[in-house]
Structure formats: C-alpha cells, structure tokens
C-alpha cells in the first residue's frame, strides 16, 4: 500500500516483474497519492486482491484518487475479480496487454482517461467495465472475453474509435443512461 506515487519503469529487454510464485500475493494499491504515478514496462502476474486486517479491495493492481500513466505495461493470471482497478483518478493506459484474466480485465469507476493501443485476450468476465466515467478508447483488440468486451454504465460515456472486438458474448453495451459512441468499430464473432 503506498500512499505516495509510485514509479516503475523497467525497459522492453528488461521488465520489471512483479509475481507471485505460489498466486497468494496481495495487489499493488497506491491510494490518495499526491501526484501521478508512472508505470512503465513493468509486468504483473499470478496476483490476488488485497486482503488486509478485513479491508478487501477487488484488484491485482489498485488506483484510488491517484492519477497514473501505464505504458508498455502487461497485467496477466491474476486470480481476483479485477485486473486493473482505477477509482476516482485520471489515468492513461496505453500500449498494454491484459491476458489470461480471472473476471474483470480493466475496471474503472468515477475516472477520466485515455485508454488506446491496448490488447485484451481470454478474459474470464468483461474486458472494459467503466462506470460514471468519461472515456476515450482507441486502436485497443479484444478477443475471447467470456461476457463483454466493453461495458458503460451507471451514466458513463465512452469514445470508442478503431478498435476490433471479437469472439465475445456481448461486443459493447451501454446502461444506466451511459453512452457508448463507436466510430470505425469492427465486432464479429460476438453473440450479441
């Protein structure tokens, strides 16, 4: 738990990994920091939730009021309900990779953001669930998510701008008064 910002920045040929061997490690969670975080090619994996004197969070990887820029970063067999969780923070992901995800890959509530050049694969609930947030997403992949590829809710709003989501349950959904605005969008393969 870090309550200051926190800074990781690893190189392609030499990542920072941050893993549990056994998957009973605790998440990461910088919260109310007083400036942004930067986290750069770092790689997550095997990470349970944060499970501390009875307060649980619900991700691997945890931002609350705490700005952070994630880049070249991958978050993969996390073992909690959510990959990424950002809660009342903006934030930049970019070229990222969530991989082989229990339930939730990305889950964002009460956030503005930018989240472009990111890739979602074999994802156990929805790849992208924002809620009350203001949200641009561009040239992301989704493949094989369980439910939806992207969800907006609880009166969100999404851009959504050339990405491809397929072999989903559901592409996209908007509910709870959100709007989900896809321009140059390509869904196939999803059963709704």
């Known amino acids: 738990i870090s309550h ?24 990461i969670t910088v919260l109310q920091a007083q400036g942004k975080s930067e986290l750069k090619h770092v790689v997550f994996s095997h990470l349970n939730t944060l499970d501390y004197k009875g307060w649980v ?12 820029l994630i880049s ?9 309900e959510d ?18 995800i229990f339930a939730d890959a990305f889950d964002s509530d009460f956030c503005t953001g930018m989240l472009d050049y990111t890739s979602f694969e074999y994802v156990g609930n929805d790849a992208i669930d924002f809620s009350t ?11 094989n998510i369980n439910d939806k590829g992207i969800s907006g809710g ?17 592409g996209a959904a908007s509910k709870d008064l959100s709007m989900v605005e896809l321009v140059d969008v390509n869904i196939a393969n999803c059963y709704y």
């Open 133 to 143: 947030s203001q949200i641009q997403i561009e040239y992301c992949e989704i493949n």
């Open 4 to 27: 200051s910002p926190i800074y990781m920045m690893g190189t392609e040929k030499h990542p920072i990994v941050i893993s549990s061997s056994d998957s009973s490690a605790n998440a």
């Open 83 to 100: 990959a990424l969780n950002i809660i009342r923070s903006d934030f930049h992901v970019t070229r990222s990779h969530f991989k082989h």
């Open 57 to 68: 969070l619900t991700g691997a990887v945890n931002f609350y009021e705490s700005d952070v």
């Open 154 to 170: 609880e009166g969100s709003t999404l851009w959504v701008k050339n990405t491809n989501i397929s072999h989903c349950n559901i």
């Open 72 to 80: 070249d970063c991958s978050i993969e067999n996390n073992h909690c």
